[in-house]
Nanobody, 127 residues
């Protein structure tokens, strides 16, 4: 059974940090071309947060996340992480990890669809 096990979400104050982690079960992250983090806030469209292309080791960030969010993966542990710093209330959303067999971007933007993704974890940035 293919599954992502999420950890690290929760409530954080503005300016704080969180690390989200997804552990893959039933499949190997290393078998996929792209590891993607997506998010969706209530009433808003889904957006790509960041994405790693494993073959060429390229990492893509949405403009608003550059310099504040970082991505990592550990194929030996079969996990992918996202570290989020200097969080603002605008970062409040459900965050999803996903994998895909093709490149990270479409027309210069991180794509918002993927071959397989997990259930998501809630991040709330509030006083």
């Amino acid at each position: 059974q293919l599954q992502f096990v999420n950890s690290g979400g929760g409530l954080v104050q503005p300016g704080g940090s969180l690390r989200l982690s997804c552990a893959a079960s039933g499949f190997a992250l290393g078998d996929y071309f792209a590891l993607i983090w997506l998010r969706q806030a209530p009433g808003k469209e889904r957006e790509g947060v960041l994405c790693i292309e494993q073959e060429n080791r390229s990492t893509y960030y949405a403009d608003s996340m550059k310099g504040r969010f970082t991505a990592s993966r550990d194929n030996a542990k079969n996990t992918m992480d996202q570290k989020m710093n200097s969080l603002t209330p605008e970062a409040t959303a459900e965050y999803y990890c996903a994998v895909d067999e093709s490149r990270c971007t479409i027309s210069g933007h991180i794509k918002t669809m993927a071959g397989y993704w997990g259930q998501g974890t809630q991040v709330t940035v509030s006083e």
